[in-house]
């Protein structure tokens, strides 16, 4: 029963694939517009391309070393670690090796498909809008498709064959760790990446020479455009993708970790969840229309509604049909419904309509200082809805999976988190949608198309940033209960070696461990976030260089240097990423190895604390101050050009590296931490200093 | 013999109180000068005078309330709970009640006299630097002792005469409760308070009108030295307070809960460290002079460390002589010598001499944007140092304290916490220097005094900058140690009545718990920091109003009604701290009575973890933008005026509230949490919905 599961994964797996496979060429056979259009959305494709090109150098030298380290660990046969005889097996510790190599590969061509796919749409979208603007919306949308399609399926044929294979869902452990390694470089660097190129291109541009957004005259202006694609569209897809597959992870081990026939029967239900939420997402993003006069925001939000009630409905038919006990059926919906609760109630900090913003564009008047203290401020008080949603959702899970008597509790917990991140087929859909119209708009712009285009153009930029507001709220609420569900399986992967596990918050080493896991999430945001100022300092150099050097570029008679934006841009993220990159995967090794599991289990949850708390406060504060400045530009308190609109900029300039570097990267970091740590615990279980 | 050490205690502290007194004469018989100068200082007593009425009116209703919640609850016997029978013993309640109250009235008398001499100290302190610089530091650093040491004395009265009639340091928790209560409000609202009329001030003044700083034409100006007073004088005191008292009852809880005649011997140890401490800093404050070139903030930083050397050799031969178990001198010593070493990384990230502060200077060339990311990257950086400080002072303390054989680790950590503060004396001197010369500084601008002595009383106001830095690192370390400290003695507390207590981060409940903690002090900050901008919003119009209705102000032939800003900024901050000090004192409660005490633990520890991040986030950040402000402003990257300088008064006006609002109101949240925790934890133990 359990093993025709598998092969059923494999089979949807192929079929969301085989479907964004379709949708690919169906974009690709759309018009891809005027000459001057092409050779716009040609520079962007080329700095995208050599970029990735970059990016997969640096990776595959990571997935080496990485791979050859786990190659040797995993050589010595953990299981026997009971006595004091080791036995060494390279069987184990190359199959573990490939497995982490084949996570990161599948992980990189979601990626991969997802940017080639927006590099071309963006053009033809633009194009499809000077024609009707639901023609342009359809191509932006399955254009998102193809990624979030593709994503979905490599994931799950990942963890079908995997699990096939070895019937460990411990050594789908390494898949996770393989995918969620690449995604936080891919979402760190593509971060700071975007950010980079955006500030400078803003700062010299707009500020200093005063010509509008996305001229061409800019030469950050390529480089801008590429960042939406690879912070955006690559780096977002990486991220979905890891939590996608970390929650499963997680919630299969803490199935098998139940034993027995129950634990083995369990342990395949979250895949199982995972290929019902293909079935939902394929079905959902049919019915993604914009109607005669319907509004695109609109469409997006009812696709993703309506996919959760497929989906909600398809788990209660499994679960009755099954011979599932119903409680698992209760912890998916939970979490399924808290993902769009918070979703909504992120909308009120970040959306136009609310006190919040209204407030923070009102005092917007009396200078940038105020905007940033009140902007901060309620980024603050946003963690208040979502992190009491994160409480109820996992106290409820828990509990009702442990009334059941059937399946544990903490079970419970990893069922919601998959609950929410099953239908990430039509997230990462509606999600990829909206840096692919920003670039249209882009384009639009830089090949002179019509004002009445780009004024569409701007209508289908809104609606990608209110579906954002929601698809965000679920992203970071998923993630809190997979890394909840993943550290509940470090404990189990401890505990499975006879090893007890002690992370009373009244052990010293305990706190001490809490103590330096909670400081982690903010040193990485800096990081990052110096990382962006840095580079974006070293750009500012260059485009004033280029103005200075050659007249003919501001006077409109030549073009400027875009390459060496796109590539100061790539060079810069890319080596900003060493450090990161340690804390991610050097210091829960050196934790563990040196204060012992108890202090690592402490540092694990430290960093979960904070990294939630920091990833929604920054998001929501970056979202915020963005929303506020756009409110002013529609003419309230003086708008655009006042002293109030002045302020809203520097407000919104201060969150974009909030919300689009440090903030979200912080939900991989806190996977990848939780991965490493489980994935190690049976080494450090063994050998640490204290 | 411990009997005894209770009576020396009580002599000290009544030395202690002796020595301020005749302090305050000293200060009081030093020249108030011309009849402008005194006129000026007049309106500032008399704004300083009316907020300290109203906040102990204020203070006076919360204490009475507060105190009949206590009456009543610790009526009810709670030793008794093993049993279902409750005796009802109204005399516990009473006396618990009353201790409450002694508490807190301790503090505010404390806090009055800090601030009744600070508040004469300014303007005589104005009038002797105008004869010589020397002369003008010495009255305000008498001055600032008069606090310090006031403070001190009361402090080991209380605790000494509670415990010498009790014999029981639960009851002494009473009284640290009562102080703390006070401190947050005092803390919290001076904060409030000094910000808001603060930031109103320079919005309308500098900016808008384009007045100088402390010009008497501006009708906040009252208002933004009566802040300096309320906030930086009262309610830092409160704040040290507050954490002086705390880490004392906890070491005695800690020590009281080995049981024994070492249990009891080693309750009474942490109150002969404070006596020791006291002696030190009477040494100590002697030896505070500037020599004929010597820089005032040498001569503050020399007196600080000398007083930790005298300590230090003190518990040496305390131990030795005393017969107690050499660990504990061990622990003591590592508490002060990790306050000593944090105060002086804090100074790396504030200090305009190295790369943080300069390279924020350097970035605001671009704009206030970068300013704001790159101080906020650098405040969250500067977490590092400390915490790895903590960890470090916390673990050793513990090993050598457990290895010992003798006293529990935990109580090392108690001893710790204890050592970094018992020289509080010294420290709430060359704190309290700093606002009163700020104020001199200020009423020799508005007294219209000459250049000269304008520019002397700058270099007293740089130098009571330097000393915050160390200062400021102290209190925050030593609050870290000390709510880690209180947060065993709530466990011992509840343990003690024979219920286990299960804090592991693998319970649900505990994880809820702590979630539900760490959001507070990120909330708390948020709700503070909106009050200052809310509160100066109405500020900023009635300074227009004023300038509006009668043009004379401006023109300097009118005085502007100094009084009604005055009482803006008082009933501002005061109707302010009302979901503030819900969230200190109601929702522990709230979790512990619904959630349990398995819960509340992990919610204090949640509290404790985030608390310490923004405390030392928040005042770094806050100082390193000041300190990058008046570094451009010493003709930095374009110096006064240019677009490097507005983005640095930008930079700085953000960090206000963090570095006098926010963060050090985080330090007596947590503890005010973890006092009404451990107080409330017997009845908690009982009476809980989960």
Redesign the interface.
């Given at each position: 029963m359990a093993q025709s599961w598998l092969y059923v994964g494999i089979v949807s797996g192929l079929l969301s694939v085989g479907v964004a496979v379709y949708l690919y060429f169906w974009v690709m056979r759309q018009d891809a517009g005027s000459e001057k259009a092409q050779q716009v959305a040609g520079w962007i494709r080329e700095g995208a391309a050599s970029y990735l090109k970059r990016l997969y150098s640096a990776l595959t030298l990571v997935a080496v070393v990485l791979g050859l380290v786990i190659a040797i660990v995993f050589s010595f046969n953990m299981t026997q670690i009971g006595s004091s005889h080791v036995d060494f097996n390279p069987a184990n510790g190359v199959q573990m090796a490939l497995v982490f190599v084949f996570g990161a590969v599948c992980s990189a061509i979601a990626g991969y498909m997802g940017m080639t796919v927006a590099v071309q749409a963006n053009v033809r979208s633009a194009v499809a809008v000077s024609e009707h603007l639901n023609k342009g919306f359809k191509v932006a949308f399955f254009a998102g498709s193809v990624m979030g399609l593709a994503m979905v399926g490599l994931a799950v044929i990942g963890m079908s064959v995997i699990y096939l294979l070895t019937g460990d869902a411990e050594v789908v452990l390494g898949f996770s760790f393989g995918a969620s390694t690449l995604a936080l470089l891919a979402k760190a660097g593509g971060g700071i990446y975007t950010k980079t190129a955006d500030?400078a291109a803003d700062?010299v541009g707009k500020?200093e020479v005063g010509i509008p957004e996305d001229d061409p005259r800019n030469p950050a202006v390529v480089a801008d455009n590429v960042g939406d694609n690879v912070g955006d569209v690559a780096g977002m897809g990486a991220d979905i993708f890891d939590s996608y597959v970390a929650s499963t992870v997680a919630a299969m081990l803490l199935g098998a970790a139940m034993g027995g026939e129950i634990g083995q029967k369990y342990t395949v239900f979250p895949l199982i969840l995972c290929i019902l939420g293909i079935f939902a997402s394929l079905i959902g993003i049919q019915f993604v229309r914009v109607g005669k006069n319907g509004k695109p925001g609109d469409a997006l939000n009812f696709g993703t509604v309506f996919t959760c009630i497929i989906f909600g409905v398809m788990i209660a038919v499994l679960v009755i049909t099954g011979g599932y006990d119903m409680s698992a059926f209760w912890a998916a919906l939970v979490g399924l419904i808290t993902g769009v609760v918070i979703g909504f109630t992120t909308e009120f900090f970040t959306s136009e309509d609310f006190k919040p913003v209204k407030e923070t564009a009102k005092?917007s008047n009396?200078?940038?200082?105020?905007t940033?203290?009140?902007g901060?401020?309620?980024?603050?008080?946003s963690?208040?809805p979502s992190?009491?949603g994160?409480?109820i959702a996992?106290?409820i899970a828990?509990n009702v999976a442990e009334a059941s008597g059937v399946i544990s509790?903490?079970y419970g917990?990893g069922v919601a988190a998959v609950g929410m991140l099953a239908i990430s087929g039509m997230i990462v859909s509606a999600d990829a949608y909206g840096p692919i119209v920003d670039n249209a708009r882009g384009i639009a712009e830089m090949a002179g198309m019509e004002h009445d285009v780009i004024e569409k153009a701007d209508v289908l930029d809104s609606a990608g940033n209110t579906a954002k507001a929601i698809t965000k709220g679920f992203s970071i609420s998923a993630a809190a209960l997979t890394v909840?569900a993943l550290?509940?399986a470090y404990?189990e992967v401890i505990e499975a070696r006879g090893i007890e596990?002690?992370?009373?918050?009244?052990s010293?080493?305990?706190?001490?461990g809490?103590?330096?896991g909670?400081?982690t999430p903010?040193?990485f945001?800096?990081?990052t976030?110096?990382s962006?100022?840095h580079n974006?300092?070293d750009m500012?150099e260059e485009i004033r260089r280029q103005f200075r050097e050659n007249p003919d570029i501001l006077a409109g008679k030549d073009l400027p240097d875009y390459k060496k934006c796109v590539s100061l841009a790539a060079e810069g993220a890319l080596s900003s990423l060493i450090l990161p990159a340690f804390l991610a995967v050097g210091l829960p090794l050196l934790v563990g190895f040196i204060l012992g599991p108890d202090a690592l289990?402490?540092f694990l949850?430290?960093a979960i604390?904070?990294g939630?708390?920091f990833a929604l406060?920054m998001a929501n504060a970056g979202g915020l101050w963005d929303n506020s400045k756009k409110y002013i530009e529609t003419g309230q308190f003086g708008g655009v050009g006042s002293e109030a609109h002045k302020a809203g900029?520097?407000?919104d300039?201060?969150g974009d590296?909030f919300k689009d570097t440090a903030g979200p990267s912080l939900n991989t970091l806190i996977t990848v931490m939780s991965l490493v740590s489980s994935l190690f615990a049976p080494i450090i279980a063994i050998f640490h200093m204290f």
């Open positions: 500030i700062l500020v005092v009396s200078g940038a200082a105020i940033i203290i009140t901060f401020s309620y980024g603050l008080l963690i208040l992190i009491i994160i409480v996992m106290l828990y509790g903490i917990i909840l550290f509940a404990a596990l002690n992370i009373s918050l009244r010293p080493l305990v706190v001490a809490v103590l330096l909670a400081m903010p040193i945001s800096a990081l976030m110096l962006v100022t974006a300092f500012i289990g402490g949850g430290g604390f904070t939630v708390i406060f900029v520097v407000g300039t201060v590296p």
